[in-house]
């Protein structure tokens, strides 16, 4: 099985700067992507940001220019610097991958638990 951990999340006061990392772990063969979505409370879950193994980057509009995602292919992890930070940044930051645990198998997509970002004003 293979498991994504994140951490780096926190209070912040508008206008700083979080963080957040992602570890994939376990039974991984190979990762085509990795990325970052976020849940406001009351709201759907929508993409915050993504990157694929090679480096092409797909970011939200609302988060351009404020947040930089990355990878590193060699420790299968994930990273979201967020700067700027406003109070509707705020909510449940979940990573997730797009891998495959062995040769034979398909890709699949797998998500950490989340990590909560509050920003106060």
């Known amino acids: 099985q293979a498991q994504l951990v994140e951490s780096g999340g926190g209070l912040v006061q508008a206008g700083g700067s979080l963080r957040l990392s992602c570890a994939a772990s376990?039974?991984?063969?190979?990762?085509?992507?990795m990325g970052w979505y976020r849940q406001a409370p009351g709201k759907q879950r929508e993409l915050v940001a993504t990157?694929?193994?090679?480096?092409?980057?797909n970011y939200a509009g609302s988060v351009k220019g404020r947040f930089t995602i990355s990878i590193d292919n060699a420790k299968n992890m994930v990273y979201l610097q967020m700067n700027a930070l406003q109070p509707e940044d705020t909510g449940v930051y979940y990573c997730?991958?797009?891998?495959?645990?062995?040769?034979?198998?398909?890709?699949?997509?797998?998500w950490g638990q989340g990590t909560q970002v509050t920003v106060s004003s």
């Open positions: 376990g039974s991984i063969f190979s990762i085509n992507s």
């Open positions: 990157v694929t193994s090679g480096g092409t980057t």
């Open positions: 997730s991958a797009t891998l495959r645990r062995a040769a034979y198998e398909s890709w699949g997509a797998y």
